[in-house]
């Protein structure tokens, strides 16, 4: 699933927020509860830290996504992170 968010976002050639990502990996493989949702968003961290994802922009939760107050964040794909999706999964 975490190999899965990056060829999302490389993919979009463009931008992503965090709950778009979320939804569409959780939707693929049939995954809906909480725990699931804190995993691939956590996933997504990693993927910052590891330099594959950049964050473009951050933006605080209405409670529509991930709960009232929570950060949101809006990534996109690094030279890197393209590097290793054409590399691993293309």
Do not use: C, P
Request: aromatic share 14%; no cysteine.
């Amino acid at each position: 699933m975490k190999s899965r968010l990056l060829q999302l976002l490389y993919e979009k050639k463009d931008e992503a927020w965090d709950y778009e990502l979320v939804s569409q990996v959780l939707e693929e493989y049939g995954k809906s509860n909480k725990r699931w949702r804190w995993t691939v968003r956590f996933w997504t961290a990693e993927l910052v830290s590891s330099g594959l994802f950049h964050v473009t922009e951050v933006a605080v939760d209405d409670g529509t996504h991930f709960g009232k107050g929570k950060v949101l964040y809006r990534f996109k794909i690094s030279e890197e992170g393209k590097s290793r999706a054409l590399e691993y999964l293309m």
